[in-house]
């Protein structure tokens, strides 16, 4: 019997559920950190804020880290799936034109987790902003400029 890819097995169980809040992490090609360029890291937000005006999602809190990101939701009129390749493809694309190069850009899939109702939301987003800190890239979160939380 044959078996599954890694990125097969997490699609299996993946269910998108229209107002379920969901933690969403997208990791660039060969964790190369394009992000480091504020400008390219703003091109990502720029999608993010697109996939809101379009109505797939809204954003509670993200974080744009040199070589992925990760993007507290609210699931609307969208799934997971097409979020996500909305989000990852036209963000490839513009953040390719502004670096002047071409090819693959994000790794395949990304990774998500259904929040549970009883969960802190605003546990969730601070531990979300806090990546900065935990990484060593800054001593405080607003030195950090690459994140947002609605509560903030």
Not at 70 to 85: A, D, F, I, Y
Not at 105 to 117: E, N, P
Request: no cysteine; charged share 25%.
């Amino acid at each position: 019997m044959p078996t599954r890819s890694h990125a097969n097995q997490l699609r299996a169980g993946r269910y998108s559920q229209s107002g379920q809040i969901y933690l969403l992490t997208a990791v660039t090609h060969l964790r190369e950190p394009v992000f480091r360029d504020w400008r390219a890291g703003r091109l990502v937000v720029d999608q993010f804020r697109l996939a809101k005006s379009e109505g797939q999602a809204d954003s509670l809190a993200w974080v744009v880290m040199p070589d992925h990101f990760h993007w507290l939701v609210e699931l609307q009129n969208s799934t997971l799936p097409r979020l996500m390749l909305s989000t990852k493809s036209r963000s490839a694309r513009e953040i390719n034109a502004y670096l002047g190069r071409s090819g693959q850009f994000w790794q395949k899939g990304f990774h998500d987790r259904a929040i549970r109702r009883e969960e802190n939301l605003l546990a969730v987003a601070r531990y979300i902003i806090a990546n900065p800190l935990r990484a060593g890239l800054v001593k405080r979160v607003h030195d950090y400029s690459l994140w947002d939380a609605i509560w903030l």
